[in-house]
């Protein structure tokens, strides 16, 4: 396989970076079969849970999809909690900025938010504050993410629910992750 020529990236040519965008370009396009099999192994649970992530994942995405959501709205309730394993704090965030190059503001807002605005469930119940999501109650996506957690994420904890399987999401994932990517600063 061919490489670069340089050590030090200030030392790269024009071909150099010509190159590597071209296999930059290659590995984004397979964004969706890594995000899929990572998914796919999301098999335990924390302690405690009655399900495994990745049923959870299921159940929620199920539930948006009975509702008739948005095809990017389904991924991204898919994709909401894949974070939970690689970063348990920020959870929230790091789903987000997987999908941000991928869906709409208002889709990567709620995603970004929801880990919050899910706490108004159980902050109260461990002296927290279950209103902390309310220093937001301004922003144009307030309710939809309060939404968000109570139709598809809180309720999804369900070991008798019926899921659609993994499979059955592959092709809208696979549709979100094709769009050519939204670049931001």
Not at 49 to 68: C, G
Request: aromatic share 14%; with cysteine.
């Amino acid at each position: 396989m061919k490489t670069v020529n340089f050590t030090e990236m200030k030392n790269g040519t024009k071909e150099d970076y010509e190159l590597l965008e071209k296999f930059e370009k290659n590995f984004e396009r397979q964004t969706a079969d890594r995000v899929l099999n990572y998914l796919s192994k999301q098999t335990t649970t924390l302690e405690g849970y009655k399900i495994t992530r990745l049923e959870h994942s299921l159940q929620a995405a199920t539930r948006a999809f009975k509702n008739k959501e948005s095809d990017e709205m389904v991924v991204a309730t898919l994709l909401h909690d894949i974070g939970d394993d690689l970063a348990p704090m920020n959870h929230s965030q790091y789903a987000a900025s997987i999908l941000r190059p991928y869906v709409s503001e208002r889709t990567y807002w709620i995603i970004l938010h929801h880990g919050l605005f899910q706490t108004y469930y159980s902050a109260h119940h461990l002296g927290g504050d279950r209103n902390a999501r309310d220093k937001f109650k301004d922003h144009k996506y307030y309710q939809d993410t309060i939404d968000f957690c109570e139709k598809y994420d809180q309720c999804s904890f369900d070991p008798d629910y019926k899921s659609m399987s993994l499979d059955d999401f592959k092709p809208l994932v696979k549709k979100i992750f094709a769009k050519e990517p939204y670049y931001y600063l």
